[in-house]
């Protein structure tokens, strides 16, 4: 199936701020432009700009132009456990529903995400999660094929993919960025939420003992999840987080 072209247009102005093409507070093209660029309609382009707007990815300024909003501080990277166990150790049931599972050559983003070659082959698995049959979590999922060539061997409807990282890879690091999102009309009926309810945008990037092993998207909605973090004293100092925030 092809990618429709608003999707299409976000992906290019993605990966353009990702590679600082497009810079903290830059004016991107016209909608005019892009619309020359891509050969589609303005209302195509608008609204592609118009849901990077919603993620405070992009700000439109009346009379100005579209900017590039500045990227969010990151903060100390929290410790998540399997959302399998998440789930099971509230004493809740969890259920998964497989939306997609290919091989697929790695973009320009997710390349840069998993430090691989463009076009290397990928792993790539789309799964909701539910916790007693309520959706909790959509999962995206993005695997270096030459570092886990059993991954697509494994059943997702009975081990989840961290599951079966952390029960057969060393593990040494995670990293993950937080941001809020809003639910587009995919989110709003994965999640089953409203169109535009709010959501938690985790994104996580794994190390093992062989290297960088997955780059994962996890989206869930924030009425139905909260994250929480502990953290020693100093830790918060050796981050040069001021002391009257604690």
């Known amino acids: 199936m092809s990618i429709p072209i608003y999707k299409k247009v976000q992906n290019y102005i993605l990966e353009k701020i990702e590679n600082n093409e497009y810079s903290e507070g830059e004016q991107i093209p016209t909608e005019q432009e892009l619309s020359q660029l891509f050969n589609a309609s303005r209302m195509t382009i608008n609204r592609a700009i118009t849901e990077l707007s919603r993620q405070n990815i992009l700000k439109r300024i009346q009379g100005s132009g579209t900017f590039v909003m500045p990227k969010k501080a990151s903060s100390q990277p929290l410790t998540v456990v399997d959302i399998v166990g ?12 497989i939306i997609a599972q290919k091989l697929l050559p790695a973009s320009g983003l997710v390349a840069k995400k998993l430090e691989v070659p463009i076009e290397s082959t990928l792993y790539f698995c789309h799964i909701i999660h539910f916790e007693n049959d309520l959706p909790l979590a959509i999962e995206k999922r993005y695997i270096p094929h030459q570092l886990v060539p059993n991954f697509f061997e ?41 169109l535009g309810s709010a959501c938690l945008d985790i994104k996580r990037r794994t190390w093992s003992s062989i290297g960088l092993i997955s780059y994962a998207e996890f989206i869930y909605p924030a009425s139905r999840y909260r994250l929480h973090s502990r953290m020693r004293v100093d830790e918060y100092m050796r981050l040069g987080i001021p002391m009257d925030s604690i």
């Open 154 to 194: 494994q059943d997702f409807l009975k081990i989840s993919p961290s599951g079966f990282l952390l029960k057969n890879y060393d593990l040494t690091e995670m990293e993950h960025s937080i941001e809020a999102t809003v639910a587009d009309e995919t989110l709003s009926r994965y999640l089953k939420v409203e």
């Open 86 to 97: 998440e789930i099971e150790n509230r004493g809740n049931r969890h259920r998964a529903e």
